[in-house]
């Protein structure tokens, strides 16, 4: 499961991402469920790591096809060359 968190000032609104990750699930024929935004309470509730300083909304997503763990370090990896 993907979580991407939506902050006050952030590039993109809750409207936009709950589009995106909707469509997505689209594309797969909803093989993975639907995609979704959940309340920061709820987001808090299933990631207690979350920022949740100006914390809006979060878009949610699943991908079955896609290995999670992979995709984690890698973007881990990506911050810590990025500094």
């Known amino acids: ?11 993109h609104g809750a ?7 909707f469509a997505y699930s689209a594309l797969s024929a909803f093989g993975d469920g639907v995609g979704h935004v959940i309340s920061p309470a709820k987001a808090q509730r ?11 909304a979060v878009a949610v ?10 995709m984690a370090l890698m973007t881990v ?4 060359d990025a500094g």
């Open 15 to 21: 409207a936009k991402l709950g589009a995106g990750v």
């Open 77 to 80: 990896r990506a911050a810590v």
């Open 61 to 70: 997503y699943r991908d079955d096809q896609m290995n999670d763990a992979r």
């Open 46 to 56: 299933d990631v207690p790591e979350l920022r949740t300083d100006d914390l809006k």
């Open 1 to 11: 499961t993907f979580y991407l968190p939506v902050y006050k000032g952030g590039p």
